[in-house]
């Protein structure tokens, strides 16, 4: 099964690493055409993100790119050549979306800015995702996912009682993760506009102030009181709710809400207090620990490890991963559209596969104009 | 203007009516992420009403509170809404938000957004913010060995399945003005909180093999005589890492390559914590902007107002005698909307 519901959207995707080229994979999966721009001298950095692969064409085998830039087209233009600059704005001409998440400025010294785009289709969306922003005095910073955590005010509300602030690092960076979800819906509801207004937008989308949005209530708090002291919630109240080792040496997150506390307690035979239930989780293994407290109306999950996450019963996540056509393990869809799941995955492009198509099919050049751009060195299927 | 003097100079989503429906089969992590959808819609310029008696909301319990002992989480995203008893009636441009499929009478299930906690695990399973995080493996990314996983702060879990959930609204709305086949939306946030986290579902197959919370990480919160700076570089910045703290050992080959580096952890985080130990954020931070290293100060929630960046973009925002986050973009250069002016 594919998704048709945005089908006849073109998207000219610029977006790299996660946050960019994530969102236009959400557009991607949801029907639209997306088109994903690479020129010889600056591959999407996911094409090497953990090291060049030992074959001789490295740049098309990286796992992280091919889970992200699935159902995607993909070209590979020269966008400092005078000639590759103009392509691009042809193509901009009958796109509906422009999506970039490059370092701020660097639109600019393309010579491919929002002013530039907007004469040449008034009616083209640019979403620019930055860390900080397109204004301000850091909208020239860089910063990566966890540098916005601390900043945001995130990772102040992540650590232990006695213990300093934490961020996710390399492994999660939550910002980057998130932001992809917001742009996309930013950019659907832009279309959403324009369908009506007939009018282009310019969406300055700034990663920061989305994290700091996700803790928005911590924010009013804090502004108000200073009240936002020693352990952050996590999530509504209960009675119970925190993470018990059993064992066999697994955590298990327990949440014993007010409704579920009576069968609770009888289950637990003794009061509903940590210790006592650290010493009930602590007598049984996960597996036992966790039946009996399902049973009881108490929601408890075995804290998956990072390192047995592939273990997880795949029907329980089909819609989060897929197999793409290559076998490699893809990103799917964290939605569903209808009965079914998203289900088809074309590959991740090979760098520049979509030259000629491109050139010919949608630019409408002849065979030796495109293999006088070729020769020139606009079109590469290869870096330099 | 409604009740909350939102004002909107432009609203993209004029026209649509959205509302917001509890019922008893509710979650907690339903109901937050149909909140954060229903406050996205509503910055956005849509009507959103919540079909519910306000005194009766769950959400009004819920932590962290007030100056005068409410709830800051109902307040930031529900006491700006409209509530009333009925939802609007099903009719074009009107869709419905709701985790609970007996809320579903008199609704064409095109018109609705269903949350569930998850996709496929039975509904009966119970649920919540922290035993989702479980599920989805992000208990193993934040914390130290040998004490309980931390998990992701607040309503994390909600509000990043609302995010779903905002795309599937939009999705549909614009269907339906280009007159296309309307279908069913259903979100599931055990399966959008994996999908964030695939990162360490790759781990086996992208040479990533550093992974869980014994993970020897290289970025890291370091402590400064007045508060925290996050430890944050690439491969490139090496050379400036070593002239910031100082250290010649950090120019030796094995700190060049993040192989070298995580087999040598303990030593870098030892060379780097004791540089910073004795300065003050402002100081370490200017001469890591000047070096081009992407450090950063750790804000305290009650900071981020005043932050100068935050203030140059006006992102905080006066909601009667509370400050709150607008929506965290501008369009054409502009926020979109505003409640009741900056602070």
């Not at chain 1, 996911?46 to 091919?66: C, D, L």
């Not at chain 2, 009516?17 to 339903?30: A, I, L, Q, W």
């Not at chain 2, 310029?45 to 989480?73: E, I």
């Not at chain 2, 579902?201 to 007045?226: M, P, Q």
Request: proline share 6%; aromatic share 8%; with cysteine.
């Amino acid at each position: 099964v594919s998704y048709s519901a945005i089908s006849g959207f073109r998207v000219i995707d610029l977006g790299i690493i996660t946050a960019g080229a994530s969102t236009s994979a959400l557009l991607a999966d949801l029907g639209a055409e997306v088109i994903k721009v690479e020129g010889p001298g600056y591959l999407d950095p996911f094409r090497s993100w953990s090291g060049r692969a030992t074959s001789s064409a490295w740049w098309n085998e990286s796992p992280q790119f091919k889970a992200t830039n699935r159902n995607k087209k993909g070209i590979c233009l020269d966008l400092k050549a005078d000639a590759g600059r103009e392509i691009f704005l042809r193509l901009v001409a009958e796109a509906d979306v422009v999506l970039e998440n490059f370092r701020f400025g660097v639109l600019k010294k393309l010579g491919i800015d929002y002013d530039t785009l907007s004469r040449v289709n008034e009616r083209i969306i640019l979403a620019s995702i930055s860390s900080q922003g397109a204004s301000g005095p850091l909208a020239s910073r860089v910063s990566y996912g966890s540098s916005l955590e601390a900043s945001s005010g995130l990772s102040s509300l992540m650590r232990y009682p006695d213990g300093q602030p934490q961020i996710t690092g390399k492994a999660f960076n939550y910002p980057d993760q998130v932001v992809s979800l917001f742009a996309a819906g930013a950019i659907l509801a832009a279309l959403v506009d324009r369908e009506r207004t007939k009018r282009g937008a310019f969406l300055d989308l700034s990663q920061r102030e989305l994290t700091s949005f996700l803790i928005g209530e911590a924010i009013m708090a804090s502004g108000a009181s200073s009240t936002v002291e020693g352990r952050y919630p996590v999530g509504s109240p209960a009675v119970v709710n925190r993470t018990f080792l059993t064992s066999d040496d697994q955590w298990v997150a327990v949440t014993i809400s007010s409704s579920a506390a009576e069968r609770a307690r009888l289950l637990l035979s003794s009061e509903l207090d940590d210790k006592k239930v650290e010493v009930w989780m602590r007598s049984r293994p996960a597996a036992e620990a966790v039946r009996g407290l399902r049973s009881a109306g108490v929601a408890a999950e075995i804290a998956w490890r990072a390192n047995g996450y592939e273990d997880l019963d795949p029907i329980r996540l089909r819609q989060s991963f897929a197999a793409g056509e290559d076998g490699t393990t893809v990103k799917g869809l964290p939605l569903r559209l209808g009965e079914d799941d998203l289900q088809r995955f074309t590959a991740a492009p090979q760098l520049g596969r979509d030259n000629r198509a491109c050139a010919l099919d949608m630019l409408g050049l002849t065979e030796s104009e495109y293999d006088s751009l070729v020769g020139q060195g606009v079109f590469t299927q290869a870096p330099r | 203007m409604n009740r909350a003097g939102v004002r909107a100079p432009h609203r993209p989503l004029a026209g649509l009516k959205v509302s917001e429906r509890f019922g008893p089969k509710s979650t907690d992590v339903g109901r937050t992420t149909v909140s954060l959808a229903g406050l996205l819609a509503l910055l956005f310029g849509a009507d959103v009403v919540r079909a519910q008696d306000p005194s009766t909301d769950p959400m009004k319990n819920w932590s962290p509170s007030l100056p005068d002992g409410s709830s800051a989480t109902f307040t930031y995203l529900a006491a700006c809404k409209t509530f009333r008893p009925e939802p609007y009636p099903a009719a074009p441009c009107t869709f419905l938000l709701t985790d609970d499929e007996t809320c579903l009478e008199g609704w064409p299930r095109q018109r609705v957004v269903l949350v569930t906690p998850a996709l496929d695990l039975p509904v009966e399973r119970p649920q919540s913010e922290l035993t989702l995080m479980a599920a989805a493996g992000l208990l193993d990314i934040v914390g130290e060995q040998g004490r309980p996983p931390l998990s992701l702060p607040g309503y994390q879990v909600g509000y990043t399945a609302g995010l779903a959930a905002f795309i599937s609204l939009m999705t549909m709305f614009l269907v339906e003005l280009r007159g296309g086949a309307q279908e069913p939306a259903t979100v599931g946030a055990l399966d959008v909180l994996a999908w964030t986290n695939w990162k360490n579902r790759l781990a086996n197959v992208s040479g990533h093999r550093e992974t869980g919370i014994a993970r020897k990480e290289e970025w890291f919160v370091a402590r400064c005589v007045d508060g925290y700076v996050a430890v944050i570089y690439l491969d490139r910045n090496m050379p400036a890492l070593a002239e910031l703290v100082g250290s010649p050992r950090l120019s030796d080959d094995v700190f060049q390559t993040i192989e070298g580096r995580v087999a040598n952890i303990r030593e870098l985080k030892t060379i780097i914590s004791k540089a910073l130990s004795w300065r003050t954020r402002a100081d370490v931070l200017r001469d890591a902007d000047r070096l081009g290293l992407p450090f950063s100060s750790v804000l305290d929630p009650r900071d981020v107002p005043s932050d100068p960046q935050h203030v140059a973009r006006r992102f905080i925002v006066a909601d009667r005698d509370l400050l709150r986050p607008r929506l965290p973009l501008l369009w054409d250069g502009l926020p979109l909307a505003t409640f009741g002016g900056a602070p």
